[in-house]
Nanobody, 115 residues
Framework: QVQLVESGGGLVQAGGSLRLSCAAS????????MAWFRQAPGKQRELVAA???????NYADSVKGRFTISRDNTKNTVYLQMNSLKPEDTAIYYC?????????WGQGTQVTVSS
């Protein structure tokens, strides 16, 4: 059984920072890419940032220069450092992991940015 456990969400004022973590546990083999998605009320889930096994990263235009994705392969953990947060960043943030055999989603963590 594979589990993705997310943490780090919460309420923050505009301009503030949060750091999300997502740890994969269980029988997960051959992790490839890891990513963060988000879904705001009434909107589709969108890719925020992704990172490959080799460390290459990709960001949504709306977060470039403000968010940084990183990973610790020894801990099967992916992080999302979010700086200069804006009210439009308010959403449920989900991590996703692609492995050799399957893809997995976290349960989501709420991020709320007040103006």
């Amino acid at each position: 059984q594979v589990q993705l456990v997310e943490s780090g969400g919460g309420l923050v004022q505009a301009g503030g920072s949060l750091r999300l973590s997502c740890a994969a546990s269980g029988s997960i083999f051959g992790i490839n890419a890891m990513a963060w998605f988000r879904q705001a009320p009434g909107k589709q889930r969108e890719l925020v940032a992704a990172i490959t096994n080799g460390g290459s990263t990709n960001y949504a235009d709306s977060v470039k220069g403000r968010f940084t994705i990183s990973r610790d392969n020894t801990k099967n953990t992916v992080y999302l450092q979010m700086n200069s947060l804006k009210p439009e960043d308010t959403a449920i943030y989900y991590c996703k992991v692609w492995s050799t055999l399957n893809n997995y989603w976290g349960q989501g963590t709420q991020v709320t940015v007040s103006s």
